[in-house]
């Protein structure tokens, strides 16, 4: 077990619809960062947060978003849903910005239908 | 993007053989990382090998790293039916500036008892 927690485990929503994705990062970590992994590939970079600053984006458009809050808990908001946002879409929380090794939720699955 | 390239893409061993699972990257990093991943869950970190690093150690785990050939291989010993998961390499990105981690597709390895 790493620490870091995730919710919802699984969620069904349809396409148009929006989304909020949950983690709880490890005690004593300042730095969240999400990731999108699609079916039979490896996780793909969202965006990090490194004391409630995003410090880092991937190539993903902007209506993904997120939040970290002064616990260093953090949100993933997807807005306007397509079916190719369906993905297990992965929180890990490291207590540095560079170079650290990063721990990892156990994801959330998201279906749009 | 995928940054790193893991070979092969399967693997199905007998309990008790060797396995080798071999990563090639793209630019200069600063270190490369291995991680383990159970069946759509979240990945646990597994070791950790630095660019000025040739070979590393962690039970029965043995990375090594070629930067001249931008190469890593991971050796599990003395396998075992708990070992059956996809590890993926994951190396940082454009040197680290943004400490986000660029992993490969994975290796999906399968061992029988």
């Known amino acids: 077990e790493t620490g870091v927690t995730q919710s919802p485990t699984h969620l069904i929503k349809t396409r148009g619809q929006q989304v909020t994705l949950r983690c709880s990062s490890q005690?004593?970590?300042?730095?969240v960062s999400w990731y999108q992994q699609a079916l039979g590939q490896g996780p793909q970079f969202i965006f990090q947060?490194?004391?409630?600053?995003?410090?880092g984006r991937g190539n993903f458009p902007p209506r993904f978003s997120g939040l970290q809050f002064p616990n260093y808990s953090s949100e993933l908001n997807v807005n306007a849903l397509e079916l190719d946002d369906s993905a297990l879409y992965l929180c890990?929380?490291?207590?540095?910005?560079?170079?650290?090794?990063?721990?990892f939720g156990a994801g959330t699955r998201l279906s749009v239908l | 993007s995928q940054q790193g390239e893991e070979d092969p893409q399967a693997l199905s061993i007998q309990e008790g053989e060797n396995a080798t699972m071999n990563c090639s990257y793209k630019?200069?990093?600063?270190?490369l990382q291995w991680y383990r991943q159970n069946s759509g869950r979240g990945l646990v970190h597994l070791i950790l090998?630095?660019?000025?690093?040739r070979e590393k150690h962690s039970g029965r785990l043995r990375v090594t790293l070629d930067t001249s050939k931008k190469s890593s291989s991971l050796l599990i010993t003395a396998s075992r039916a708990a070992d059956t998961a996809s590890y993926f390499c994951?190396?940082?990105?454009?040197?680290?500036?943004?400490?986000?981690?660029?992993f490969g597709k994975g290796t999906k390895l399968s061992v029988k008892p």
């Open positions: 994951a190396t940082d990105a454009d040197g680290g500036s943004q400490g986000n981690l660029i």
């Open positions: 890990a929380s490291s207590s540095g910005v560079l170079r650290n090794i990063q721990y």
């Open positions: 630019t200069s990093i600063n270190n």
């Open positions: 090998i630095r660019s000025n690093e």
């Open positions: 005690s004593g970590h300042n730095t």
């Open positions: 947060y490194y004391r409630e600053e995003e410090n």
